[in-house]
């Protein structure tokens, strides 16, 4: 069992930056692909980043490639998205989510998520 708690989301505005964090439970964070997702009003969930157990690789949407940046500490239990250069579009609820290292390949989906936090609201002002 993992438990999220995500932070850092705000008000900011166009070409502004933020830091989301996410705190996680569990002895077993280390092995997990980790993934930040968004959701705005009235749309799907949709893929940001994802980055794999070992932090060596990442994955970005193209929509945020060059902007957004994910990282984790595996000694803090903890995952990262810096956000730079944000978007009225990047508006949304960001969630943070764990995946099992077997869904690889799968990542950008959000049914391969097993646990997921509560989400933080980013808010980018024009």
């Known amino acids: 069992q993992v438990q999220l708690v995500e932070s850092g989301g705000g008000l900011v505005q166009a070409g502004g930056s933020l830091r989301l964090s996410c705190a996680a439970s569990?002895?077993?964070?280390?092995?997990?692909?980790m993934g930040w997702f968004h959701q705005a009003p009235g749309q799907e969930r949709e893929f940001v980043a994802a980055i794999i157990w070992s932090g060596s690789v990442t994955y970005y949407a193209d929509s945020v490639k060059g902007r957004f940046t994910i990282s984790r500490d595996n000694a803090k239990n903890s995952v990262y998205l810096q956000m730079n250069n944000l978007k009225p579009d990047d508006t949304a609820v960001y969630y943070c989510?764990?995946?099992?290292?077997?869904?690889?390949?799968?990542?950008?989906?959000?049914?391969?998520?097993?646990?997921w936090g509560q989400g933080t609201q980013v808010t980018v002002s024009s």
């Open positions: 569990g002895r077993t964070f280390s092995t997990y692909i």
């Open positions: 989510a764990a995946a099992s290292s077997r869904m690889l390949g799968l990542h950008k989906e959000a049914s391969s998520y097993d646990y």
